[in-house]
């Protein structure tokens, strides 16, 4: 069974701090996936990993995707309260069923 | 591009009474689309695997004569919530793929169901 550890589950940081989500699996991925969610609304794509060791940047917001496609990272640079949501990274499975392991979530608050 | 509508986008409804939550595929075809509970502040629980003109796939542990799923058409799949109790009171999201040969999902805003 295939299974993305994602940690911090709670964060609450100032405006202006810098913070990192990591997750972390001992399975191997074809592709990791980002999405930030807001409370009431479903989970939007921030971004797709696909290749081992690639970084991808969105405004403040980098991606890692680890060199063995087991681990990923989201890195924020000067967190707004706008930042403030649910983030979830989830892998694609075995197979080409197209079915996503999502990880536990990460909380993010962003206090002014 | 690649975007998911669902209706309703809440819904109360007495206990017993069946509840059915369309998501529809607005700007491209999904040959498969993916079915969602959430509770609150916590991750996406899979329930179902949707593809298009053949029987949903279920996870374990999910009732499929209790969460009755239907993908007539490349752009449309239901979910119909039957003889529903309290405890399915929940947040439902769906998702679809783009394409075969990408693992990239694109999701619905939710329907937040509410069992009295």
């Known amino acids: 069974t295939q299974l993305l550890e994602q940690s911090p589950q709670f964060l609450s940081i100032q405006e202006g701090e810098n913070l990192t989500v990591y997750c972390n699996s001992s399975?191997?991925?074809?592709?990791l996936q980002w999405y930030r969610q807001e409370p009431g609304e479903g989970p939007v794509l921030l971004v797709t990993?696909?290749?081992?060791?690639e970084v991808k940047k969105l405004k403040r917001l980098t991606f890692q995707f680890g060199d063995a496609r087991k681990d990923s990272s989201l890195h924020i640079t000067a967190a707004q309260p706008g930042d403030t949501g649910l983030y979830l990274c989830?892998?694609?499975?075995?197979?080409?069923?197209?079915?996503?392991?999502f990880g536990q979530g990460t909380t993010l608050q962003v206090k002014p | 591009g690649a975007v998911v509508s669902q209706h309703p986008s809440w819904v109360i409804c007495k206990s017993g009474t069946s509840v059915k939550i369309e998501c529809r595929s607005l700007?491209?075809?999904?040959?498969?689309m993916f079915w969602y509970r959430q509770f609150p502040k916590q991750s996406l629980m899979l329930m179902a695997t949707?593809?298009?003109?053949?029987?949903?796939?279920?996870e374990q542990g999910v009732e499929k004569d209790k969460f009755l799923i239907n993908h007539a058409s490349l752009t449309l799949s239901t979910l119909t919530v039957t003889s529903a109790h309290p405890e399915d009171s929940s947040f439902y999201i769906c998702?679809?793929?783009?394409?075969?040969?990408?693992?990239?999902?694109?999701f619905g805003p939710g329907t937040r169901l509410t069992v009295l």
């Open positions: 998702s679809a793929r783009v394409g075969a040969g990408t693992d990239t999902q694109y």
């Open positions: 399975s191997v991925f074809s592709s």
């Open positions: 990993v696909v290749t081992g060791g």
């Open positions: 989830a892998g694609a499975g075995s197979g080409n069923t197209g079915k996503l392991i």
């Open positions: 700007d491209f075809q999904a040959t498969t």
């Open positions: 949707s593809n298009e003109g053949s029987k949903a796939t279920y």
